[in-house]
C-alpha cells in the first residue's frame, strides 16, 4: 500500500469501533448515584457494575489480541461489535443491581474484543509509513467518545431515564456492523497473519484470566477493604502463584498467548512499562481534582463539568498532528515531551491552595491533556510497530491490559497516599480524608499530586530509553 492508497472504509470502521468504546467507557460513570437509586442499591454495590467492566476488559485483551492474529482482525472485531450491543440492551432492561453487574461484565468483553483489534486495522488501512497517522485518528475517535460521553449521558439522564444511556450505544454500535458488513461485501477484509500454529492454549488462556482477576482484586481497594486481612494476603499469594503458572507454560507451551519473547524488544518492553506509569500517574493527578474544586473552592457542578472538557479537546484536536510527527520523528520523542507535560500537570497541582485561582485547576488539565495527545499517539504506535506483523492484535491487547491495570494500581495508590498523608498531617490516625477540613485536604492532594508528579518523571526516563528513532516496522 502505498502512501496515497488509504482504505478509508476500514479506517472508518475501526475508529466508530473506538469511539462506541469512548463513549461508553465515559457515558455510564456520571449515572452512577441516579442508577444506584433507581436498583435500590447502595454506591458500593454500583461500584461492582464498574469493576466487572474493567475485570473482563482488562483480563480478555490479550487472549481476543493472539485470537485476532490468528483466525482474523476483522472477523473477531464484528462479532464484538454484536456483543457490544447485545450486552448494552441487556443492561438496560437491568432489573437489580446484580444483573446490571453481569451484563456489565458482557459489554466488558465486547470492549475487549474491539479495541484488542482497532489499533491494529486501523494500521492495516494505511501504509506502515502513515502507522502515526493511523493511530492519532484512532486516538481521536477515543477521545471525542470520552468528550462527549459525560454530558450525553447527563442530558439523557435528565430529559429521558438512565436506561436509555445504554440503549443510546447500541445505534453508534449498528453503524459500526454496518460498514464491517461493507468493508466484508467490498473484500476490504486483511487475510488473518501468517501464524505458524494456529492453536489457542486454552490452559493458558485461562491462567491469564485468573491471574489477572487476581490482580486487579488485589490492588483495587474497593475489594480488598471488603476483604478479611486473611483473605487480603491469600488473594495476594493466589495471584503470586496463578502468575507464575502462566509465565511457566507460556514458555513451555508452542502457541502462547503471550509470546514472552515480545518482551525481549526493548521499544515493546520499555513503552509497555512507560504506558503503566502513565495509567498510575493520571489517575493519582485527576481522580480528586473534583472533590477539590466542588467541595473547597465551592464551584458548580455544572462548571467543573465545563473545565473538564478542556483536557480531551487537546487530546481530539492534537492527535492527528501528533501522529504525523511521529510518522517523520519517530514515536520516543513526542512521546517523552507528553509525559514532562504530565509531570508538569503534578508538580503544578502540587502547589495549588484552599484560595487558588480556578484558572490554576484548569492550567492542570490543559497540560494533562496535552499530555494525553502526545504521549498515547506516540506510544501506542511504539507498541504496535515494535512487533512482527503476526503479534499485532496481542501489542494491541497489551495496551490495554497496561493501561487498566495502571489505571487500578493509581486509584488504589492515591487513594493510600491521600488518606495516609490526611492522618498524617491531621494527627489523626483513623481520620477519612474529607474537605470539611479543607486545609490538610488540600495538603494532602498537593503530596498526591507530587507523587504522580514523580511517576511522571520515571515514565519519562523509560520513554527516553525505549530505543531507535523509529520503531521497526515488520
Known amino acids: 500500500m502505498t502512501q496515497a492508497q488509504v482504505n478509508w472504509l476500514l479506517l472508518s470502521n475501526a475508529a466508530l469501533g473506538n469511539f462506541l468504546a469512548g463513549t461508553s467507557s465515559r457515558i455510564f460513570s456520571v449515572s452512577l448515584p441516579t442508577v444506584a437509586n433507581s436498583l435500590d442499591t447502595t454506591i458500593v454495590g454500583i461500584s461492582w457494575a464498574v469493576i466487572s467492566y474493567q475485570i473482563s476488559q482488562i483480563s480478555l485483551s490479550l487472549i481476543f489480541g493472539r485470537i485476532g492474529d490468528i483466525y482474523g482482525r476483522h472477523t473477531l472485531f464484528g462479532l464484538g461489535l454484536i456483543v457490544s450491543a447485545l450486552a448494552s440492551l441487556a443492561c438496560g432492561l437491568s432489573q437489580n443491581v446484580t444483573q446490571l453487574i ?15 483489534q482497532g489499533r491494529a486495522l486501523a494500521m492495516e488501512a494505511m501504509s506502515k509509513e502513515s502507522s502515526g497517522k493511523a493511530q492519532g485518528f ?3 475517535a477515543f477521545h471525542t467518545g470520552v468528550l462527549i460521553g459525560p454530558s450525553m449521558g447527563g442530558l439523557i439522564i435528565d430529559y429521558i431515564h438512565w436506561r436509555a444511556i445504554f440503549f443510546a450505544l447500541i445505534p453508534i454500535a449498528m453503524c459500526a456492523m454496518a460498514l464491517t458488513v461493507l468493508n466484508r461485501a467490498k473484500g476490504n477484509v486483511p487475510a488473518p497473519s501468517p501464524v505458524a500454529d494456529r492453536s489457542i492454549d486454552y490452559w493458558g488462556a485461562l491462567l491469564l484470566i485468573g491471574a489477572t482477576i487476581a490482580l486487579i482484586a488485589s490492588v483495587d481497594h474497593r475489594i480488598m477493604e471488603s476483604l478479611a486481612p486473611a483473605l487480603r494476603v491469600g488473594l495476594i499469594l493466589i ?25 525481549r524488544i526493548r521499544m515493546f518492553t520499555l513503552s509497555g512499562l512507560a504506558l503503566l506509569l502513565v495509567g498510575v500517574a493520571q489517575v493519582m493527578i485527576g481522580f480528586v481534582l473534583p472533590f477539590y474544586l466542588q467541595d473547597v473552592l465551592k464551584l458548580k457542578p455544572s462548571f467543573i463539568g465545563l473545565m473538564f472538557v478542556s483536557a480531551p479537546i487537546f487530546t481530539v484536536t492534537l492527535s492527528p498532528l501528533v501522529g504525523w510527527a511521529v510518522d517523520k520523528v519517530g514515536p520516543r520523542l513526542p512521546a517523552t515531551i507528553g509525559i514532562s507535560f504530565l509531570a508538569s500537570a503534578g508538580f503544578v497541582g502540587s502547589y495549588l491552595r484552599t484560595d487558588s485561582h480556578w484558572l490554576s485547576a484548569v492550567l492542570v488539565l490543559m497540560l494533562w491533556g496535552l499530555a494525553t495527545s502526545l504521549f498515547f499517539t506516540s506510544n501506542h504506535t511504539a507498541m504496535i510497530t515494535s512487533v512482527p506483523t503476526e503479534h499485532r492484535g496481542v501489542a494491541t491487547g497489551a495496551i490495554y491490559v497496561m493501561f487498566g491495570l495502571g489505571t487500578t494500581f493509581g486509584v488504589s495508590l ?48 523509560l520513554s527516553a530509553l525505549r530505543g531507535e528513532r523509529r520503531a521497526a516496522v515488520h
Not at 453481569?102 to 484488542?116: D, L, P, Y
Not at 502468575?243 to 519473547?261: A, H, M, N, Q, W
Not at 499530586?449 to 526516563?461: D, E, P, Q
Open 239 to 263: 495471584f503470586l502463584a496463578v502468575f507464575g503458572g502462566f509465565l511457566y507454560r507460556e514458555k513451555t507451551t508452542p502457541s502462547p498467548i503471550l509470546d514472552l519473547s515480545l518482551f
Open 414 to 461: 492515591g487513594t493510600l497516599l491521600l488518606t495516609s498523608s490526611f492522618r498524617y498531617f491531621t494527627g489523626d490516625p483513623v481520620a477519612t480524608p474529607t474537605a470539611a477540613n479543607p486545609e490538610m485536604f488540600v495538603r494532602s492532594m498537593n503530596f498526591s499530586f507530587m507523587v504522580g508528579g514523580c511517576m511522571a518523571l520515571l515514565a519519562m526516563l
Open 102 to 116: 453481569i451484563f456489565r461484565m458482557f459489554q466488558g468483553v465486547g470492549a475487549s474484543m474491539t479495541q484488542s
Open 138 to 140: 484512532m486516538t481521536t
